[in-house]
Each structure stands twice: as C-alpha cells, then as structure tokens.
C-alpha cells in the first residue's frame, strides 16, 4: 500500500505519461490488467519500480545523436496492478484513466476465473468485458 503523498505522484506520472489497459502475453491468452509508463528519465522509472514493483525494459533508439534513449516501466502482476489502482483512484484527473481504473477494479475479477478455464458463457463475459472496456 502506497503512502498518500506517493499515491498522488504516481497517479501524476500515470494521468501525464502512463496507460492503465489489458494486455496479453500470449495470442491465445485473455488479456490482463497492465500499467506502463514510459520515459526518458530512467532515474524516475527506478523510483518508481522500487515503490511497486514490476519491470523496466530499454527502447531501440534508431537515432542516438538526436533522440535521448527511452524506457518503459510495466506492472503485469495482477495483485500489484490492483494494489495500485485503488491506491491511485482518488488522485487519477485524466477522465478515461479514471474510468478505466475504476472498471477494472468493479469488473476484472467478476469475469476471471482463477484457473483460466472457461465456460463458454464466462468467454462471453470476459470477451464483452474487454470490449467494454476499450469502449471506454
């Protein structure tokens, strides 16, 4: 659980450069709550990784002599991504990131079984779920 002060700094970096979203790992795979941000301050990135966890990986960079190298931190773990989007709600300004945090928390769980297997009417569900979701 994040303090209030890191909280709102995070929903900061999240409203200006981040994404809140569903992501597979696998083409075959449902998708899964996803948070990324990326960067050219590798700095900010390590904070914030040791705040919450997750995984920082470097960008091509085609043009080193005109482009900065560029980073992208992602917090995959579902049980962290969660964590965090309750933390992160009440400071989140950005209409869309706000939505989309809040559906996930309200939905994901409702529609995931925990051993992945499906029925045919819970695919449904999860497949209108991700639809939703994008629509928002």
Do not use: W
Not at 72 to 99: A, E, T
Not at 113 to 126: F, H, S
């Amino acid at each position: 659980m994040l303090e209030k002060t890191e909280a709102a700094y995070l929903a900061g970096i999240i409203d200006g450069e981040g994404t809140i979203s569903l992501t597979r790992a696998h083409v075959k795979e449902n998708r899964r709550p996803v948070i990324s941000i990326p960067s050219n301050d590798r700095e900010l990135l390590d904070y914030i990784k040791n705040l919450v966890g997750g995984y920082i990986t470097s960008k091509k960079n085609y043009k080193p002599g005109t482009h900065k190298d560029s980073y992208v931190l992602s917090v995959k773990n579902k049980s962290i991504v969660m964590s965090i989007l309750r933390d992160i709600m009440p400071y989140l300004k950005i209409k869309q990131k706000k939505l989309r945090a809040q559906f996930i928390l309200d939905h994901y769980d409702n529609v995931t079984c925990r051993n992945g297997k499906y029925t045919d009417e819970k695919l449904i569900l999860k497949h209108k779920f991700e639809q939703d979701f994008f629509s928002l």
